[in-house]
């Protein structure tokens, strides 16, 4: 790399930054702070991890970047900077206007986020009129384009979720997210409740697509050993405050909190050896 390539990534924007967000949520007679003044930020093409058991934090911060944190909850404080635009700021009809071609969300469960009723096709022709105004056939177009991008048959348009396998209903929303070419890629759980065989698959697909098509990721999950094969750099939550933000390869070979050195302790036995591998090698190039 050239010391002109160098000088240029480092005074590149960042795609995210969030500066000393916190997020309360109001009870009968007092708060609960859920995030508290967590920071840090996205660079461009990267994959961010976020780790840490359930209620640590991580969904919340998910939902506060995309503005869809509903009462109880609200932000209390801080930035969310998307490409220099403080999203806090921002009205509703440029909120929505952000969503989906800024910044996109895989959420947890793919059969809750597609409609039951809808077909795959009408699933993608309501997000393409509202924000693009294509008509029927210039939808299904490029939703059939999407589709192949994820490795199904365009012919699949009109069948229904309930017609798709657990982890091809995952690829439809990933097709979702990227439908309008978003600058971040928010993945929330991404690959839970699918088997190891196809959450392999979905990870070296979120990881080719990116090298191809350059956006970033924000990838969420309690699975460390998974965010260290996948992830550029990890940020580890710990009741709401982030304890501990290093590139994977550091967070794998040498943890420096003891709230990260206990995560690999928790590792079941049967993966302990995998682990103990990637350290001895120093290496996490599992997605190359």
């Known amino acids: 790399m050239t010391t002109s390539q160098s000088l240029s990534q480092a005074t590149e924007q960042p795609t ?5 967000l916190c997020v309360d ?8 702070r859920a995030v508290d003044n967590v920071s ?15 209620g640590c934090g991580k969904s919340t911060i998910a939902f506060a970047i995309s503005q869809l944190l509903r009462p109880p909850a609200y932000i209390s404080g801080g930035e969310i900077l ?12 440029t ?22 009723v809808l077909t ?4 993608f022709r309501d997000m393409f009129y509202r924000h693009k105004g294509y008509d029927e056939t210039e939808s299904a177009k490029r939703a059939g384009q999407l589709l192949e ?8 348009l009109k069948d229904y979720p309930h017609q798709f396998s657990g982890g091809m209903r995952q690829r439809i929303v990933i097709a979702i997210g990227l439908a309008l070419n978003p600058d971040l890629l928010i993945m929330d759980e991404p690959t839970t409740a699918l088997d190891v065989v196809v959450q392999r698959e979905i990870l070296l697909q979120i990881h080719a697509l990116r090298k191809e098509f350059g956006f970033s990721v924000l990838f969420i999950t309690h699975d460390l050993s998974l965010m260290t094969q996948l992830c550029d750099r990890i940020g580890v939550m710990l009741k709401g405050e982030l304890v501990e933000v ?6 794998l070979l040498r943890p420096q909190h003891p709230y990260t050195q206990k995560l690999w302790q928790s590792i079941p036995a049967a993966f302990e050896q995998n682990i103990a591998e990637q350290r001895a090698t120093n290496t996490r190039e599992v997605f190359a």
């Open 16 to 20: 995210l930054v969030i500066k000393n």
């Open 25 to 32: 949520y109001l009870l009968d007679e007092s708060e609960f």
């Open 40 to 54: 840090f930020n996205i660079n461009k093409g990267e994959i961010f991890g976020l780790a840490g058991e359930s």
């Open 82 to 93: 998307l490409n220099g635009d403080n999203t806090l700021t921002m009205d509703k009809k």
């Open 95 to 116: 909120i929505a206007k952000t969503r989906w071609s800024k910044v996109s969300m895989v959420f947890q469960s793919a059969m809750n986020s597609l409609n039951p």
């Open 120 to 123: 795959i096709e009408e699933q």
């Open 149 to 156: 991008l994820v490795g199904i048959n365009p012919n699949r």
């Open 246 to 251: 290093g590139k994977a390869k550091d967070i």
